[in-house]
Nanobody, 124 residues
Framework: QVQLVESGGGLVQPGGSLRLSCAAS????????VGWFRQAPGKEREFVAV????????YYADSVKGRFTISRDNAENTVYLQMDSLKPEDTAVYYC?????????????????WGQGTQVTVSS
């Protein structure tokens, strides 16, 4: 049974940092590209970042470029999202997801397995 479990969310002040983790089981994470998405209340789910199988390739949404860093540890079957310089508009539920499409994609429908999400709240 495939399972993706996100962790690391919480409440942080503007300008602060958080590191999210996405632990995979039931699949070999290094066989998949892994993406992070987020969904704020009343808004559609939006793409945040994606990383290739090897970890050598990454792609970010313009809204987080330069502030967020996606990385992976294939030995641990885990993908991370380091979030720095957080802003109130980063407040959302963050989801990780995997795709076997074999190329970078930012479309949610290309991702077959999803985690349950972790809440990130940026507020003073």
């Amino acid at each position: 049974q495939v399972q993706l479990v996100e962790s690391g969310g919480g409440l942080v002040q503007p300008g602060g940092s958080l590191r999210l983790s996405c632990a995979a089981s039931g699949l070999t994470a290094r066989s998949y590209f892994v993406g992070w998405f987020r969904q704020a209340p009343g808004k559609e789910r939006e793409f945040v970042a994606v990383i290739t199988r090897s970890g050598e390739g990454t792609y970010y949404a313009d809204s987080v470029k330069g502030r967020f860093t996606i990385s992976r540890d294939n030995a641990e079957n885990t993908v991370y999202l380091q979030m720095d310089s957080l802003k109130p508009e980063d407040t959302a539920v963050y989801y990780c997801a995997v795709t076997n499409l074999g190329r970078i994609t930012w479309y949610a429908y290309d991702y077959g397995y999803w985690g349950q999400g972790t809440q990130v709240t940026v507020s003073s």
